[in-house]
């Protein structure tokens, strides 16, 4: 896949239909080994369905991002305006709260053109601030994230399903000259 063809657009409500089977799917690929099939199942329909999506999609505290080519959509991130746990303390937080990269997209520098593209994002929400949270086990996501400059600040029960797990809180600045062109 030829990186000049893939395309950065916000999602709009027409999109919740492939973006609740996406955001499933690259969910389930990423964690489902490591959890009961039966906790991931109340996991992806109450996190990721369609109805989820379609709220999510609508909402202006969240901007949607997706990366696509011949549109197949090969990778996706929400930023929001979320109140965060006390642990960060950067000025105008706003959250990473999603960003999936589906594995055949790898590789090719897409996700460090959709963090960029998050950056952006929290800017036009008033943000100062990003964090996310990001699973312990998930060394994969932490050292991607430590490339992009976050630091952790504490940690925080996740759930899936009614399986408590624990996340590690993460932030950094949003620097203007993150937004630039890849």
Not at 46 to 56: D, H, K, N
Not at 136 to 144: G, V, Y
Request: hydrophobic letters at 40%; proline letters at 7%; aromatic letters at 8%.
């Amino acid at each position: 896949m030829a990186k000049s063809s893939i395309q950065l657009r916000r999602a709009g409500i027409a999109d919740a239909d492939a973006l609740a089977a996406f955001a499933a799917r690259t969910f389930a690929e990423a964690f489902g080994a490591d959890n009961r099939a039966e906790d991931m199942a109340v996991h992806l329909a109450t996190a990721y369905g369609l109805p989820q999506q379609s709220r999510e999609l609508a909402d202006p505290a969240y901007i949607t991002l997706l990366m696509t080519q011949a549109a197949e959509l090969g990778a996706y991130a929400q930023v929001r305006r979320h109140p965060p746990p006390p642990c960060v303390r950067g000025p105008a937080p706003v959250e990473l709260y999603r960003f999936y990269v589906d594995r055949a997209w790898r590789g090719q520098g897409v996700a460090q053109h959709l963090m960029r593209a998050v950056h952006t994002a929290a800017l036009e929400l008033g943000g100062r601030t990003l964090w996310l949270s990001v699973w312990e086990r998930n060394p994969r996501a932490i050292s991607f994230c430590a490339r992009c400059g976050f630091h952790a600040v504490g940690t925080a029960d996740f759930y899936v399903g009614p399986d408590r797990q624990t996340d590690r809180i993460l932030e950094r600045g949003v620097d203007r000259d993150e937004t630039g062109p890849p």
